[in-house]
């Protein structure tokens, strides 16, 4: 018998678009790896209710635009707060060294419309973001 794909698993995508549309702050983007989940549901109750969408992953970020964005502001470097979900542990790798987070720049980009917090490793040019119900930008 071959083996059941759990439908409640994350699809892992790495599409480009959708990012850039939500967090253009980011600049040019490349090697991406996320997952949109549904949070929240109320599964059962037969009720309809809101219904929360997280937007986790890590992609690579220019280093021109990575030493711009981390030049500015006030930064910390420590580790991800938020947690990784399981599909994307191993892309991320070790969550707790050098990081760099600002929450002023997380307000920059989520412009205080949506929850989000962006990490960056300078060392590899990466950056983790994770986001609940992320919006595309008009402007």
Not at 4 to 29: H, Y
Not at 39 to 58: E, H, R
Not at 113 to 126: L, P
Request: glycine share 10%; charged share 20%.
């Amino acid at each position: 018998m071959a083996p059941v794909a759990d439908a409640t698993a994350p699809q892992i995508r790495t599409d480009v678009d959708p990012l850039k549309r939500r967090f253009p702050e980011l600049g040019e983007l490349s090697a991406t790896k996320w997952i949109g989940r549904t949070l929240g549901q109320y599964a059962g109750s037969g009720l309809p209710g809101p219904t929360d969408v997280s937007l986790d992953g890590v992609a690579r970020i220019d280093p021109g635009t990575l030493a711009t964005i981390t030049g500015n502001g006030t930064w910390q470097e420590g580790g991800i707060a938020c947690p990784v979900p399981s599909a994307l542990v191993e892309e991320v790798g070790a969550t707790t060294s050098a990081w760099l987070h600002s929450e002023s720049f997380d307000r920059t980009v989520t412009r205080n419309q949506y929850s989000g917090s962006f990490y960056f490793d300078r060392q590899n040019s990466r950056v983790y973001f994770c986001t609940v119900n992320p919006t595309a930008r008009t402007d």
